[in-house]
Nanobody
Framework: QVQLVESGGGLVQAGGSLRLSCVAS????????MGWFRQAPGKGREFVGA????????DYVDSVKGRFTISRDNAKNTMYLQMNSLKPDDTAVYYC????????????????WGQGTQVTVSS
């Protein structure tokens, strides 16, 4: 079992920055590819980005490329999402996830999920 806890969300003005953290319990964090997803009101859960288990590979949805950066510290069982140049369209609940099904990063079918953290970007 892996338990995930996100933090770092909040209210920020457009153009601002936030850094989300996702802390995992257990000793197998480094065994999992990890992902970030987001869900805005009335919409489905959208892939934001993902990182390989050793941190050597990342990918992002086109709308956040160049603005968001995912990293991880396996010694601290923690994954991060640095969000810069935030836009109102980035407003959503952000979720971290571990263990993509079939190693498919892009669909929201992962073994473990956090509870989510709200990010609100005002114009």
């Amino acid at each position: 079992q892996v338990q995930l806890v996100e933090s770092g969300g909040g209210l920020v003005q457009a153009g601002g920055s936030l850094r989300l953290s996702c802390v995992a319990s257990g000793r197998t964090f480094s065994s999992y590819d990890m992902g970030w997803f987001r869900q805005a009101p009335g919409k489905g859960r959208e892939f934001v980005g993902a990182i390989s288990r050793n941190g050597g590979s990342t990918d992002y949805v086109d709308s956040v490329k160049g603005r968001f950066t995912i990293s991880r510290d396996n010694a601290k069982n923690t994954m991060y999402l640095q969000m810069n140049s935030l836009k109102p369209d980035d407003t959503a609940v952000y979720y971290c996830a571990a263990g993509p099904y079939g190693s498919n990063w892009y669909t929201p079918v992962y073994s473990y999920w956090g509870q989510g953290t709200q990010v609100t970007v005002s114009s």
